[in-house]
Structure formats: structure tokens, C-alpha cells
């Protein structure tokens, strides 16, 4: 048992609910809560079975606080491997704020932000990634973020880096070995077969570091840059993306200065909308700064929806944002189709390849741009087993891991002694382990856990 402590906290959040939880792990957990605790059925929580559930009431000195149901999970079979008693009491925060007292009063210390996940850590019930995807699980808020979080969680690609690293691991002390015998020219770790695990680590590597891209995006809501002259229905636009009238919409051309900007899932895909200040050359102050933002957001942003609302628009302005912006996705969208005839929709579109037409303000195709964005996330890699990770400091060890596995890789080539190319095998060990938390710092700790809620 790592820690001698036992610590208490609300796992409910704060303020009124029909129920509330109050979660409690450590040595004493048990026997703090058979002081406090008188159950229907006379009997001590300690003589109960693990995950088991009572009745009975919360009493602080002969007063009754509560009537309580109380669950017991036996260490190491809990969920942070400690002894845990969860009360669910009523859900006044008079009652939550009596109880928690009384428990502190018996010598509970209160926990800190994510210290029950960080004890399931120390205690092995789960590895750094797991739980770290805990917290994701918990702020996830579309289906895609939730569906990598809870992949994550059931230890789906960790447990592959682990597997990888052992092996690795095994390589290097047999390379370790041979320094022994140095004199002699052994050679105990076939190069061959080492080879072959390189590559075969390489090569998962740069799959997770691949999946970062579309990971990270989902996890943070795919920006969508809403851009074009003023007065062609941008804020019109956002504001039928979003069915809100979040957006001020008027015909005096200029009306967004700063930009404006609101999440919505399509497809389970969360996308930023961010309705900017329209393009044009102006000697308004306070529209140039609205308008240098524009090209701020347009930097950030992953799509970027080219607005236009009539047949001679200005092109040169489409042109300079794909001059400008070669490597982003650009969707030209022509609004205001009520406007048009059919001859200028068809000349339109013999121009323009991929255009889409709309009208923002009748919310007539609206239906067919949020297909059209859907559809340009590459909506395979969210659908079967394939592992996306969306965590930085993940994305970050493995591309530090690949750089020292690249290094082993051309120290064999170049026959490289084997101490030198010990050297950066442990650098890669320490990497991968990093990952799955092997290998840990009491910093790296403190920043993953205090991001948790309290009582979590
Ligand atoms: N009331 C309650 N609900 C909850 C949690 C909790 O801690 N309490 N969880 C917290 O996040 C999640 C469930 N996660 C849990 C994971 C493991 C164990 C647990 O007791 N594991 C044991 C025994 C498993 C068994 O054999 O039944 C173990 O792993 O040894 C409990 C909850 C979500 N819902
Ligand atoms: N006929 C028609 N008018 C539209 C349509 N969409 C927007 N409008 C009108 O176009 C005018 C400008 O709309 P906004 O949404 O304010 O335009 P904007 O692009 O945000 O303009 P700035 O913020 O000034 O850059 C308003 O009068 C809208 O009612 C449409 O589909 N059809
Ligand atoms: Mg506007």
C-alpha cells in the first residue's frame, strides 16, 4: 500500500441533486465509515463482502444526518486498488456538507483534484494513459471525442506500445550483454530479428502519429473558418449552422468586427463555426482590426467556407485565400441561391468545380454543406479498431521515440558499436514508457492529475 492516508471527497457535482455520492479510498476507509455509519441490518461494513451495497443511517455523535445507502469495495479489487466506500446520501448540500465534515472530523483528508484516478495509477489498476483518458472520457462531448476516449481507456494502444516496449527491452539487455564481452565479438541479439522489430515498431509509431491530426482536431472541435466579402450572409450562415441567432445579421456591409464563433456536432463530429469580419479594404479603425482577425482565425482554422453571394463576385479574392492558404481545405459556397437564376446557377457551377449553393437566410441548404464538411473528415479512421490518439503529450513521446528508433535503425546500418546504440535504445525505452507512464516524474504527474475534477 502505497499511501497511509485516507481521503475523501464529493464525486457528484456540486449543489442540489436527488442523489449525491461522497467517495472515500485508503486504509481506513472501512473502519472511518463503520464509525459514522449504522446499518438497518446491524452489521459492521467490515464484515461485508466486497462490492456490496447497505442500508442504513449517517449518525454524527447519536444524531441521525441521513439515511444513506452505502457501497464497499474491498483493496485491491476497487477501483484505485485501495480499500473504497461510496455513501449516496441525499442530494441537499446541507446533508453532502455534514457528511464530508463529519468524515474529515474522523480523519479523512480531503482529496486532491484526480487523486482517487492518480492512486488507481500508483496502485497499477490502470497505466498513465488509461488514465489520462479518464479525464478526456469525462470532457468528451461528441461521439467521436468519446468514442477515442473510452477506446484509450480500455488500454487499446497502450497496451500495444507496452508490448513493444518489453520487446525492446529485451533487445537492448542482450545488447547490454555483449559490452560484457566486447573482447570476444558475440553477438547474443540477432541483428536480423532486431531489425525486424524496429521496423515493426516504426511502423506503429508513425501510425499514432499519424491519427494525432484527425485525434487532436476531434477532441478540440474541427475550426471552421466562415469567410468572404462583407455582406454576402457569413453571420446569416453561422447563424443557420448553429439555429441561433447567435450573430448580428444586417445589410449594412461591415456589421462583424470581431469574429463570432460556436461548436455544433455534425455527425457526431464536433465543428467550430467562426463567423469573421468580411474582407475589404476599409479605413475604419476598428473594422481593419476586425478584419486582421479574419486572417488570424483563417490561420487557426482546419476548413475554411468561402462565402459569395453573386455571380460577379470578386475572384481575385477566392484566389489570394487559396494563394495564401495552399495547404488548407477551402469549400467555395455560393449563397443567396434565392437571388439567382438557373443559367447563372449553371454557369456557376461549370466555373467553380465544387461549389455549393445555399440560401443562409431561407436555411435552404444548409443540410447539404454539413454533409459536404462531415464527409471531409475522413470518417474510415473513426470507424472500426483503428487507434487515434488526440493527447499532445503522447503525440509528443512518440514522436521523440520514432526519432531515437530512426537513430537505432541507422546506427545497425552503419554498424555501429553496440554501446553506442545502447545509448539510444534506452532513449527510446524511456520515451515509449513514458507513455504509458513506466517511466514518470512527480511534475508530469502533478500536471496530468490536477486537470482532473476533484472526487474523480
Ligand atoms: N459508483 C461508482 N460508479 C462509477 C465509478 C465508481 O468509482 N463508482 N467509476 C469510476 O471511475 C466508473 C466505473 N469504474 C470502475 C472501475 C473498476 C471498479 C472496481 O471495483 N474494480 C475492481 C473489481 C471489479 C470486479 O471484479 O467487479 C477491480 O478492478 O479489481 C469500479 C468502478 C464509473 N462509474
Ligand atoms: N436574399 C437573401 N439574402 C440573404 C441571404 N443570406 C443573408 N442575406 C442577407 O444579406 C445581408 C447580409 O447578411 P449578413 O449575414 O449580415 O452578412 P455578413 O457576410 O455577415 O456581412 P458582414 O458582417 O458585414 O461582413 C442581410 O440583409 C441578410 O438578411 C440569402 O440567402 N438570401
Ligand atoms: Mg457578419
Redesign the pocket.
Known amino acids: 500500500m502505497l499511501y497511509s492516508d485516507t481521503i475523501v471527497a464529493l464525486a457528484t457535482p456540486a449543489g442540489t441533486g436527488a442523489i449525491a ?1 461522497i467517495r472515500i479510498s485508503g486504509p481506513e476507509a472501512i473502519s472511518l465509515s463503520d464509525s459514522i455509519f449504522a446499518s438497518v441490518k446491524k452489521k459492521k461494513l467490515k464484515q461485508q463482502k466486497t ?1 456490496t451495497i447497505h442500508l442504513g443511517h449517517i449518525v454524527d455523535n447519536g444524531k441521525v444526518l441521513d439515511e444513506a445507502l452505502v ?1 464497499i ?1 474491498k483493496g ?4 484505485t486498488g485501495e480499500d473504497v466506500v ?1 455513501i449516496s446520501c441525499h442530494g441537499s448540500p446541507y446533508v453532502q456538507q455534514q457528511i464530508v465534515n463529519l468524515l474529515l472530523r474522523k480523519g479523512c483528508r480531503t482529496a486532491s483534484a484526480g487523486e482517487f484516478t492518480l492512486r488507481a495509477f500508483l496502485n497499477g ?1 490502470m497505466d498513465l494513459s488509461q488514465a489520462e483518458a ?1 479525464a478526456d472520457l469525462i470532457a468528451s462531448d461528441s461521439a467521436a471525442a468519446h468514442d477515442i476516449a473510452l477506446q484509450q481507456m480500455r488500454g487499446g494502444f497502450s497496451h500495444e506500445i507496452q508490448k513493444l516496449r518489453e520487446e525492446l527491452l529485451n533487445f537492448a539487455s542482450l545488447i547490454e550483454l555483449e559490452l560484457d564481452f566486447s573482447q570476444e565479438d558475440v553477438e547474443f541479439a540477432d541483428r536480423t530479428q532486431f531489425n525486424a522489430l524496429l521496423n515493426k515498431i516504426s511502423e506503429v509509431l508513425k501510425k499514432l502519429i499519424d491519427s494525432f491530426a484527425l485525434g487532436n482536431v476531434i477532441k478540440k472541435g474541427i475550426p471552421v473558418a466562415i469567410v468572404g466579402q462583407p455582406n454576402v450572409g457569413k453571420s446569416t450562415l453561422l447563424n443557420a449552422l448553429l439555429n441561433e441567432e447567435r450573430a448580428i445579421v444586417s445589410d449594412i456591409a461591415g456589421t462583424t468586427r470581431d469574429t463570432v464563433e460556436d461548436q455544433i456536432s455534425l455527425k457526431g463530429i464536433n465543428f467550430r463555426f467562426i463567423d469573421t469580419a468580411g474582407i475589404r479594404e476599409t479605413q475604419d479603425v476598428v473594422e481593419k482590426i476586425g478584419i486582421e482577425r479574419t486572417f488570424d482565425k483563417i490561420d487557426k482554422a482546419r476548413l475554411i467556407v468561402f462565402l459569395f453571394d453573386k455571380v460577379d463576385f470578386d475572384r481575385s479574392e477566392l484566389q489570394r485565400i487559396q494563394q495564401r492558404y495552399p495547404n488548407k481545405q477551402i469549400l467555395p459556397v455560393c449563397n443567396k441561391m434565392d437571388l439567382l437564376t438557373p443559367d447563372q446557377v449553371e454557369a456557376l457551377k461549370k466555373e467553380i468545380p465544387n461549389v455549393l449553393f445555399l440560401s443562409a437566410k431561407h436555411r435552404k441548404g444548409i443540410d447539404v454543406l454539413e454533409e459536404k464538411l462531415s464527409g471531409l473528415v475522413d470518417s474510415g479512421a473513426l470507424s472500426g479498431d483503428r487507434t487515434i490518439i488526440s493527447n499532445s503529450r503522447h503525440y509528443d513521446a512518440l514522436l521523440k521515440a520514432l526519432e531515437e528508433i530512426q537513430k537505432v535503425k541507422e546506427g545497425m546500418e552503419m554498424g555501429l558499436s553496440s554501446d553506442l546504440m545502447a545509448i539510444d535504445i534506452r532513449q527510446a525505452l524511456f520515451h515509449l514508457g513514458e507513455i504509458t507512464g513506466q517511466v514518470t516524474t512527480d511534475d508530469l504527474l502533478g500536471n496530468i492529475f490536477s486537470n482532473f475534477c476533484i472526487g474523480k
Open positions: 455520492v462490492h457501497s469495495f485491491p479489487t476497487s477501483y461510496e489498476k479518464v
